[in-house]
């Protein structure tokens, strides 16, 4: 099945300075990448996705990499703000195959004043 | 209904008691998923269903524990004979079959086993 591999565990960044967490994936067939934002005591939340036919998409601060050969993705957050202090969550599923996401172990990001 | 809806929000239950978890998913969404968060970790995949079809058991740790869900609709978790170990928060997800989008969460139970 699926493994996704996350780091760091915990990263810590300067308020507007960029963070940046990556991931790797095992399964070739999986097609479909989330990313989830959990705050403390909440829910996680979809913040963005990527697809296997595109490298890379953006949304503002957040920008999603993707390299299929490698099997890695990244999560790149610019402009860090005290809001973007949360664990994030990267995923990987065969989407459209009606397969589960299976999750990576969460960055836990501090964003310092 | 607007969001997926879990309950109870909070369960303290004694070790070898049985307990339920409910979720009440998106109103037209096809697929349902469990998963467990123990504190500080990631999200563990328990258990999945598709429609009509047969769940996908695959991440359940144990035969203590069991889902089922009704008419398409909402589901129940059952653990059977509680440990320590279960306590957890238990999230529920759904989202529409064949599309790109990713689940909706509900906001979970939390289980303590004392």
């Known amino acids: 099945g699926e493994n996704v591999e996350q780091h760091p565990s915990t990263l810590s960044v300067q308020e507007g300075d960029s963070a940046v967490i990556k991931c790797t994936y095992s399964d070739s067939a999986s097609n479909y990448f989330p990313w989830y934002k959990q705050e403390l005591g909440k829910r996680p939340q979809l913040i963005i996705d990527i697809r296997s036919n595109v490298g890379e998409k953006k949304d503002q601060r957040i920008a999603v990499t993707l390299n299929k050969t490698a099997k890695h993705f990244s999560l790149h957050i610019t402009e860090t703000q005290p809001e973007d202090s949360a664990v994030y969550f990267c995923?990987?599923?065969?989407?459209?195959?009606?397969?589960?996401?299976?999750f990576g172990k969460g960055t836990r990001l501090h964003i310092l004043p | 209904g607007a969001g997926v809806s879990q309950s109870p929000s909070n369960k303290v239950t004694e070790k070898g008691k049985d307990v339920e978890l409910r979720c009440d998913p998106i109103s037209g969404h096809t697929a349902l998923y469990w998963y467990r968060q123990s504190l500080g970790q990631g999200l563990e995949f328990l258990i999945y269903f598709q429609g009509n079809s047969a769940p996908d058991k695959s991440g359940l740790p144990s035969d203590r524990f069991s889902a089922e869900r009704t008419g398409g609709s909402v589901s129940t978790l059952t653990i059977q004979r509680t440990q320590q170990e279960d306590s957890a928060v238990y999230l529920c997800?759904?989202?529409?079959?064949?599309?790109?989008?990713?689940?909706?969460f509900g906001s979970g139970t939390r289980l303590t086993v004392v």
């Open positions: 997800a759904s989202s529409p079959s064949g599309t790109s989008h990713g689940y909706t």
């Open positions: 995923a990987a599923s065969r989407k459209n195959r009606d397969d589960k996401i299976i």
